[in-house]
Antibody, heavy 117, light 106 residues
Framework: QVQLQESGPGLVKPSETLSLTCTVSGGSVNSYYWSWIRQPPGKGLEWIGYIHDSGRTRDNPSLRGRVTLSLDTSSNQFSLRLSSVTAADTALYHC???????????WGQGSLVTVSS | DIQMTQSPSSLSASVGDGVTITCQASQDISNYLNWYQQKPGKAPKLLIYDASNLETGVPPRFSGSGSGTDFTFTISSLQPEDFATYFCQQYGQLPYTFGLGTKLEI
C-alpha cells in the first residue's frame, strides 16, 4: 500500500522560503507524476504543481514562478520550495501521486504551514 | 483557468438516502473529471476517475456521470461512513482546478 507523508517546518516567516518534503513508502517515486496541492484555512484546494522522475515539471501560474519542485530517487522523496511567502501562503499542504493520467490516486494527510513573523 | 462550480456546498441526509452532487466546468473538459472523499484529519481518497470509472476497492454505491461541462456524482444508499466532504477535480487543462467541496452531514 503506497503511503505519502509530508514533513517540514510548521512556521515560516514572511519573505522566506517554505520547504516541504514528501516521503513515499510502499512504492517507488520512479515512473510516476507527483503533485503538491494546498488548502488555505476555510478555502478550496489549489494545485501547486507536479514533477515526474524524467525531470518534467509544471506549476500553477498563479504562484508567479515561486515554485521549485525536485525529486530524489535515492531517498524516495520529492520536495517543494515556495519562495517569498506571505500570509496568503498559509495552508495545509498535501502531496499526492498521480494515477495513469491526471487523477490523484494517493494523497498524504497534509502538513500545516503557517506564515507569520 | 477552468472554474469548477460544485453544488450544493452542504447537504443533510440520512443513512439509506440517495444523494447527488454536481460539478460544472467553465469550459469543455471532455471526461477529465475526478471525485474525491475527504474526512477530517485524513488524506483525500479517490473515488471516481474520468467521470465515471470507479477506483479499485470503492463500493459500487458510488457512481459518476457526465462529460463536457456538466458532471454528477451519486451515492445510492448512504452508509454511516459516507458522511464526509466530497470534491471534484478537473485535469482537462492545466492548472488542475477543484470544486469547493460538498459537506455531507447527517
Amino acid at each position: 500500500q503506497v503511503q505519502l507523508q509530508e514533513s517540514g517546518p510548521g512556521l515560516v516567516k514572511p519573505s522566506e522560503t517554505l520547504s516541504l518534503t514528501c516521503t513515499v513508502s510502499g512504492g517507488s517515486v520512479n515512473s510516476y507524476y507527483w503533485s503538491w496541492i494546498r488548502q488555505p484555512p476555510g478555502k478550496g484546494l489549489e494545485w501547486i504543481g507536479y514533477i515526474h522522475d524524467s525531470g518534467r515539471t509544471r506549476d500553477n501560474p498563479s504562484l508567479r514562478g515561486r515554485v521549485t519542485l525536485s525529486l530524489d530517487t535515492s531517498s524516495n522523496q520529492f520536495s517543494l520550495r515556495l519562495s517569498s511567502v506571505t500570509a496568503a501562503d498559509t495552508a495545509l499542504y498535501h502531496c499526492a501521486r498521480h494515477g495513469a493520467r491526471g487523477w490523484l490516486e494517493h494523497w498524504g494527510q497534509g502538513s500545516l504551514v503557517t506564515v507569520s513573523s | 483557468d477552468i472554474q469548477m462550480t460544485q453544488s450544493p456546498s452542504s447537504l443533510s441526509a440520512s443513512v439509506g438516502d440517495g444523494v447527488t452532487i454536481t460539478c460544472q466546468a467553465s469550459q469543455d473538459i471532455s471526461n477529465y473529471l475526478n471525485w474525491y472523499q475527504q474526512k477530517p484529519g485524513k488524506a483525500p481518497k479517490l473515488l471516481i476517475y474520468d467521470a465515471s470509472n470507479l477506483e479499485t476497492g470503492v463500493p459500487p454505491r458510488f457512481s459518476g456521470s457526465g462529460s463536457g461541462t456538466d458532471f454528477t456524482f451519486t451515492i445510492s444508499s448512504l452508509q454511516p461512513e459516507d458522511f464526509a466532504t466530497y470534491f471534484c477535480q478537473q485535469y482537462g487543462q492545466l492548472p488542475y482546478t477543484f470544486g469547493l467541496g460538498t459537506k455531507l452531514e447527517i
